[in-house]
Each structure stands twice: as C-alpha cells, then as structure tokens.
Nanobody, 117 residues
C-alpha cells in the first residue's frame, strides 16, 4: 500500500500564493506519476497537474502559467506552487499516486484551499 500525506492548504487572498506538499510512503513502485486534482462543491474532481519520475508534466488549461508542479524523487514528494490565485481556485485539493494500468491508484485525504478577500 501507498500512503500519501498532504500539507500546505489554507486561506489566501486573491493574487496570493500557496505551496502544497505531498509525501508518499509504503510500497513505492516505479515508474510512477504523482499529481494534484481538485474538487469544488457540486463539481467533478478534475486534474490540476501531474508529473512523472522523469519530470514530464501536464497541466489543466485553467492553471497554466500560474501553477508549477515539481517533485523530489529521493523523498517521494511532490509539490504544487500556486501563484496568482483566483477565487475560482477554491476547492479541496487531492494528491494522487499512480503507476501502470495494472496497479491501483492511491489518493490523499485532501486539503482545503480557499481564495477570498
């Protein structure tokens, strides 16, 4: 099993910044991808950003140019640097760990991000 521990959520003003962290532990398998999804009340859970062990990234169009995903493989940790935050970024953010299609997907418990004045 893989356990995911998230941190860094909170309340920020529009235009502010926040950094989320997620550390994976347990039965780590490789290759893998780690990323962030978010879900606002009454909406679907959608991709924010994902990064592979090799550093290949993918971003949702709504966050390109504002968010940056990175990882430290030696610590099995992924980060999401969020800049120029908007009220519409308000959501619960979930860390995800995945491998090949034959392996299960693991989710963190989620961390609340609120952007308001």
């Amino acid at each position: 099993q893989v356990q995911l521990v998230e941190s860094g959520g909170g309340l920020v003003q529009p235009g502010g910044s926040l950094r989320l962290s997620c550390a994976a532990s347990g039965r780590i398998f490789s290759p893998n991808a780690m990323g962030w999804y978010r879900q606002a009340p009454g909406k679907e859970r959608d991709l924010v950003a994902v990064i592979t062990v090799d550093g290949v990234t993918n971003y949702a169009d709504s966050v390109k140019g504002r968010f940056t995903i990175s990882r430290v493989n030696a610590r099995n940790t992924v980060y999401l640097q969020m800049d120029s935050l908007k009220p519409e970024d308000t959501a619960v953010y979930y860390c995800r760990f995945s491998g090949s299609v034959s392996n299960p997907v693991y989710w963190g418990r989620g961390t609340q991000v609120t952007v308001s004045s």
